[in-house]
């Protein structure tokens, strides 16, 4: 059974830092493209980053450039989302998620056939 899981959430204030980690089981993404989403109540789900199965190439959303870091390793099978100067705006639940085809490298047109949970990020103003 394949499982992204989610881990590193949770309350901070405006300013402040957290670190994301998204651990795969159950298959090896080492040759996927991965990507995290986040959705806010009452809102739709929006991309935040991506990374290329080699770490070579990243993508971020324009809100979050030059505050937040993808990353992966890919002989732990896991993806991080370094997030810095955090805003009450960042607020929501962040997931993960992966492509299940190999070598994609058109990270804006990724789809993404693996899903976690989420894990909730909340930021006081």
């Known amino acids: 059974q394949v499982q992204l899981v989610e881990s590193g959430g949770g309350l901070v204030q405006a300013g402040g830092s957290l670190r994301l980690s998204c651990a795969a089981s159950?298959?090896?993404?080492?040759?996927?493209?991965m990507g995290w989403f986040r959705q806010a109540p009452g809102k739709e789900r929006e991309f935040v980053a991506a990374?290329?199965?080699?770490?070579?190439?990243?993508y971020y959303t324009d809100s979050v450039k030059g505050r937040f870091t993808i990353s992966r390793d890919n002989a732990k099978n896991t993806v991080y989302l370094q997030m810095n100067s955090l805003k009450p705006e960042d607020t929501a639940v962040y997931l993960c998620?992966?492509?299940?085809?190999?070598?994609?490298?058109?990270?804006?047109?990724?789809?993404?056939?693996?899903w976690g949970q989420g894990t909730q990020v909340t930021v006081s103003s």
């Open positions: 990374i290329t199965w080699s770490g070579g190439s990243t």
């Open positions: 998620a992966a492509e299940s085809r190999p070598y994609g490298l058109d990270l804006s047109n990724a789809k993404y056939d693996y």
């Open positions: 159950g298959r090896t993404f080492s040759r996927s493209a």
